[in-house]
């Protein structure tokens, strides 16, 4: 799912003016009364990196990212090989999630322990469904890396941007799929819907109605995505704190997986009705 970390809006550093100092009369800091050679000594060194502007960057955030999912991958090779471990990767997952959400200030360690916890369950449930469906953890990888390539190019290009009607659309659709998913489990356990997926289980002309959900739902992530990269974006242009690209990271991370979980389910739900 997106996340809209309290961070993002309460840092003065994601103000229009984060970030910057001037001086007397309009001068940046630190130029007035500076020799020429001091002058010329600033402009031919090497553009700050986010070391030492501690700013997000893209490619700080990149590579936080690109470490989250090391991460997730770890964890999916130990859960791949002991299913078992899926359930206690659910579990912890989604504490972790719900500390890092409501965390003010982003930890790297526990954004970095829940993505270990979701690699756990990622891995787990695929080597159970793959133990089913010969096959369908490559095609729900090839799927989700589908989706995820297509939202980033159709957002860097500008042809996709999040904006306040279709984000209301995505919160709605959220809600509504959220009661539906309780309801479900809540049926299922009690026995009144007695299909291997529930009320997913059930054939519109002959087509389950999980697979129609599924495809919803693939749409919801792509959404998601964007608003994933609009924060990323926002916080590039705005100078936030370094530190948030931990916050990108973690929520990348779960969008994924949550991609991929749905296709996941959504291809089984189709070769179970073969």
Do not use: C, H
């Not at 859960?79 to 982003?106: M, S």
């Not at 916890?117 to 953890?137: K, M, N, R």
């Amino acid at each position: 799912m997106a996340f809209s970390n309290p961070g993002f809006s309460q840092s003065p550093a994601f103000s229009q003016n984060g970030g910057r100092q001037s001086g007397q009369q309009g001068s940046p800091v630190g130029y007035d009364g500076m020799t020429a050679e001091q002058l010329q000594q600033l402009y031919t060194q090497p553009s700050a990196g986010p070391d030492q502007t501690d700013r997000m960057t893209y490619e700080d955030t990149i590579t936080k990212t690109a470490i989250a999912f090391a991460v997730v991958v770890v964890g999916a090779a130990i859960g791949w090989f002991v299913p078992a471990l899926a359930f206690v990767g659910a579990i912890a997952g989604f504490v972790l999630a719900l500390v890092n959400i409501f965390k003010k200030k982003p930890s790297p360690g526990l954004v970095l322990a829940y993505s270990a916890a979701q690699g756990l369950f990622v891995g787990g449930i695929s080597s159970i469904f793959e133990a089913q469906y010969a096959g369908i953890t490559t095609q729900a990888l090839l799927g989700t890396g589908s989706v995820f390539v297509v939202t980033l190019l159709l957002f860097r290009s500008g042809k996709v941007r999040e904006s306040a009607k279709a984000t209301k659309v995505f919160m709605i659709a959220m809600v509504g799929y959220l009661l539906f998913s309780v309801l479900n489990l809540v049926l299922s356990l009690t026995g009144v819907v007695s299909t291997p997926w529930g009320l997913r289980g059930f054939e519109i002309a002959g087509i389950p109605v999980g697979f129609f959900l599924g495809i919803l739902v693939v749409i919801m992530a792509a959404y998601s995505l964007v608003l994933d990269f609009t924060q990323v974006q926002t916080g590039v242009r705005r100078g936030a704190p370094r530190i948030y690209g931990w916050s990108a990271a973690f929520g990348i991370v779960m969008t994924v997986v949550w991609l991929y979980i749905e296709i996941l389910r959504m291809i089984a739900i189709l070769r179970g009705n073969d």
